[in-house]
């Protein structure tokens, strides 16, 4: 059974600075892994979505990692803005499925 | 684009009635949608796949008689809380992936509805 752990739980840094946020899954036969944005009380907004065979995928200030023989994942969000507080989930594809399985999510807060 | 429409955004019912939530495909054709159910400061956990013509398939735990599912077009899929009860009170989440005409392994979510039961 595919797990996904996010950590930090919650993350909370001064404006300006770089970030990392950290994805591991537990099996890596997966399809594609998937980073979203949530703001509270909304619903999801799709950020990067690197594909099995990838190894990394850049938007903007964002970009993500995928090492799937280890089983991990890397949001790195450069020159974080409070406008970036959120909360981050990752999620995997497992092969062979449609369904996407989700990390719990890192709770992030960009103070000014 | 990919839009989903979720509707309503928002309802509170008293305990024992039944809620319908809508997801629909806006600009895509979707043979398959998914429904997704979120606790407070938890992750999204799937709760069943949605086929267009065909029954739903649902998670293990999930109460398939209590969250019926309906997809009867390749743009309209609805998840109906039967019996709510405060347990039930939720966030719960649609996506749905292109039939044709973009990339197929992509889920584009709706906004979400939240469900308070009194």
């Known amino acids: 059974k595919q797990e996904v752990t996010q950590i930090p739980a919650a993350l909370s840094v001064p404006e300006g600075e770089n970030l990392v946020l950290n994805c591991s899954f537990t099996?890596?036969?997966?399809?594609?892994l998937q980073w979203f944005r949530q703001d509270p009380g909304k619903g999801l907004t799709s950020l990067l979505l690197?594909?099995?065979?990838?190894r990394e995928q850049t938007s903007g200030r964002l970009n993500a990692s995928l090492d799937k023989s280890s089983g991990r994942s890397t949001l790195y969000i450069a020159a974080s803005q409070p406008g970036d507080s959120a909360t981050y989930l990752c999620?995997?594809?497992?092969?062979?499925?449609?369904?996407?399985?989700f990390g719990q999510g890192t709770r992030l807060t960009i103070n000014p | 684009g990919a839009v989903v429409s979720q509707h309503p955004s928002r309802v509170i019912c008293k305990s024992g009635t039944s809620v319908k939530i809508e997801c629909r495909s806006l600009?895509?054709?979707?043979?398959?949608m998914f429904w997704y159910r979120q606790f407070p400061k938890q992750s999204l956990m799937l709760m069943a796949t949605?086929?267009?013509?065909?029954?739903?398939?649902?998670e293990q735990g999930v109460e398939k008689d209590k969250f019926l599912i309906n997809h009867a077009s390749l743009t309209l899929s609805t998840l109906t809380v039967t019996s709510a009860h405060p347990e039930d009170s939720s966030f719960y989440i649609c996506?749905?992936?292109?039939?044709?005409?973009?990339?197929?392994?992509?889920?584009?979510f709706g906004a979400g509805t939240r469900l308070s039961v009194l």
């Open positions: 999620a995997v594809r497992p092969g062979g499925a449609q369904k996407l399985v």
């Open positions: 690197i594909q099995s065979s990838q």
């Open positions: 996506s749905a992936t292109r039939t044709s005409g973009g990339p197929k392994n992509i889920q584009y």
């Open positions: 949605s086929n267009e013509g065909s029954k739903a398939t649902y």
């Open positions: 099996d890596s036969a997966i399809y594609n």
């Open positions: 600009d895509f054709q979707a043979t398959t």
